[in-house]
């Protein structure tokens, strides 16, 4: 019987942060042109990502058009439409569906803290994650020291832009953000896990 395999780690996540107003820009695209294709080609021909090389704008369209691929409709919606801290929501939403890392370590580090009542982010806490998914993840370890240092500098920037970790002691203080109840809804509509990597405890998530 052949061994089941972990899909690696997507890292890609490190070509942007979460840039919420660029994600709107590129939902609202979509949401005209009804489709990624013309959408993609719109926002180069335009510029529409005001970046400053073609080779740029290229990079940053994609990562940012293959996060948001991973929303449901109703989600891109709201990206296009809602107030500033939902648009933030929905884009750190769209990089953890897009990026598996994000979302275990907004869980099993960021969550699990709060529920022991440890609201400091250590470094020894971000190393001991990322030596436990090397186990599973080798991909991890064959980085070079310049994409481990961007890997955790955009893990905390996409942590800081949400609010859920704010200025304190060591790397900072974790906080549990607080989400409008259609955002909520539309999160659960999808799939009630993902409230998790907005550190939701399981006693309040219903899955279905």
Same mark, same amino acid.
């Given at each position: 019987m052949?061994?089941?395999? $972990?899909?690696?780690?997507? !890292?890609s996540?490190t070509?942007?942060?979460?840039?919420?107003e660029?994600? =709107?820009?590129?939902? #609202?695209?979509?949401?005209?042109? %009804?489709?990624?294709?013309? /959408?993609?080609?719109?926002?180069?021909? $335009?510029?529409?990502?005001?970046?400053?090389s073609a080779?740029?704008?290229? =990079?940053l369209?994609?990562?940012l058009?293959? =996060? +948001?691929q991973s929303?449901? %409709?109703e989600? !891109?919606?709201?990206?296009?439409?809602a107030?500033? #801290?939902?648009?933030?929501?929905?884009?750190?939403l769209?990089? &953890?569906?897009h990026?598996? &890392? @994000?979302?275990?370590?907004?869980?099993?580090? +960021?969550?699990?803290? @709060?529920?022991?009542r440890?609201?400091? @982010?250590?470094?020894?806490?971000?190393e001991?994650f990322i030596a436990?998914?090397?186990a599973i993840h080798?991909g991890?370890?064959?980085l070079s /020291?310049t994409?481990?240092h961007?890997?955790?500098?955009?893990?905390?920037r996409m942590l800081?832009?949400? %609010?859920?970790?704010? #200025?304190?002691?060591? &790397?900072g203080?974790?906080?549990?953000?607080? +989400?409008?109840?259609?955002?909520?809804?539309?999160i659960?509509?999808?799939?009630?896990?993902? +409230?998790? %990597?907005?550190?939701?405890? #399981?006693?309040?998530i219903? !899955? =279905?």
């Open positions: 052949r061994a089941l395999t $972990t899909p690696a780690y997507n !890292l996540f070509a942007a942060a979460l840039r919420p660029l994600a =709107r820009i590129l939902a #609202d695209y979509y949401l005209a042109a %009804g489709n990624w294709e013309a /959408a993609k080609q719109k926002v180069l021909a $335009t510029n529409a990502l005001q970046c400053r080779a740029s704008a290229i =990079r369209e994609r990562e058009r293959q =996060r +948001l929303l449901t %409709g989600q !891109l919606a709201m990206l296009a439409r107030p500033e #801290d939902d648009r933030t929501f929905i884009a750190w769209a990089a &953890m569906k990026s598996a &890392m @994000l979302f275990d370590f907004a869980v099993e580090v +960021l969550r699990e803290k @709060l529920a022991l440890d609201p400091v @982010l250590r470094p020894s806490d971000y001991t436990h998914k090397a080798p991890l370890t064959a /020291a994409s481990k961007k890997v955790r500098q955009v893990l905390l800081s832009e949400t %609010g859920i970790l704010q #200025d304190g002691p060591a &790397m203080t974790i906080h549990r953000p607080v +989400l409008s109840p259609e955002l909520v809804r539309i659960s509509a999808d799939s009630p896990r993902w +409230l998790a %990597g907005f550190l939701v405890p #399981d006693s309040e219903s !899955l =279905r």
